[in-house]
Nanobody, 126 residues
C-alpha cells in the first residue's frame, strides 16, 4: 500500500524539541523529493522543508536554523527535527511526496505533491 504515516508529535513547552517521523511504504522512497508542511487552524497549509532524492535540503525562512529535515533511505523514513519550539509552531504537521520521481520540489506549491500523510499534531505552550 502506497502511504505516508507521520508520528512523533506531542505537547511541549516553548523552547523544547521534537523529532517527527514519516514512514513511507509502497513506492521507491529514495527516488522522490519529499517535504514537510504544516497547517494551523484557520490558516493555509505552509511548506516548511524539502529534501530531494539526492539529499539537498531547503527551508522556509520562518524555520531556518531551528528545523532540520533528513531521511534514511534504508528505513524509508523522513524526519523533521524541530528545536526551539515556540507557540507559533503549533500546527498539524504533514509529510508529502512529489508527484514524480527524480525531480526537485518546492514548498511553495502544495499541488506539486500527490501523496500526503494523515498528519501529526504539535502543540507548544508558552
Amino acid at each position: 500500500q502506497v502511504q505516508l504515516v507521520e508520528s512523533g508529535g506531542g505537547s511541549v513547552e516553548a523552547g523544547g524539541s521534537l523529532r517527527l517521523s514519516c514512514a513511507a511504504s509502497g513506492f521507491s522512497f529514495s527516488a522522490y523529493c519529499l517535504a514537510w508542511f504544516r497547517q494551523a487552524p484557520g490558516k493555509e497549509r505552509e511548506g516548511v522543508a524539502t529534501i530531494t532524492n539526492t539529499g539537498s535540503t531547503s527551508y522556509a525562512d520562518s524555520v531556518k536554523g531551528r528545523f532540520t529535515v533528513s531521511k534514511d533511505n534504508a528505513k524509508n523514513t523522513l524526519y523533521l527535527q524541530i528545536n526551539g519550539l515556540t507557540p507559533e509552531d503549533t500546527s498539524m504537521y504533514y509529510c508529502a511526496r512529489a508527484k514524480r520521481p527524480w525531480v526537485r520540489c518546492g514548498i511553495t506549491d502544495p499541488a506539486a505533491f500527490d501523496l500526503w500523510g494523515q498528519g501529526t499534531q504539535v502543540t507548544v505552550s508558552s
